[in-house]
């Protein structure tokens, strides 16, 4: 006769989610960043494009 153990119903542990300030913090500063990066990829564009 054998017995199944249920290790997630007995060991899983979950974390604790982040809260929106965080999440939404975190999503401003990859905005940003990509902005950035859009504006200096297109101020290197204009600037070799020639008269």
């Known amino acids: 006769m054998g017995?199944?153990?249920s290790f997630n119903?007995?060991?899983y542990k979950?974390?604790?989610?982040?809260s929106l300030d965080e999440i939404r913090?975190?999503?401003?500063?990859?905005?940003k960043e990509a902005e950035g990066l859009l504006e200096e990829i297109l101020g290197?564009?204009?600037i070799g494009e020639g008269p």
């Open 3 to 5: 017995y199944e153990i």
């Open 9 to 11: 119903r007995y060991f």
């Open 14 to 18: 979950p974390k604790a989610l982040r």
């Open 25 to 31: 913090a975190d999503l401003l500063a990859v905005e």
């Open 44 to 46: 290197k564009a204009r």
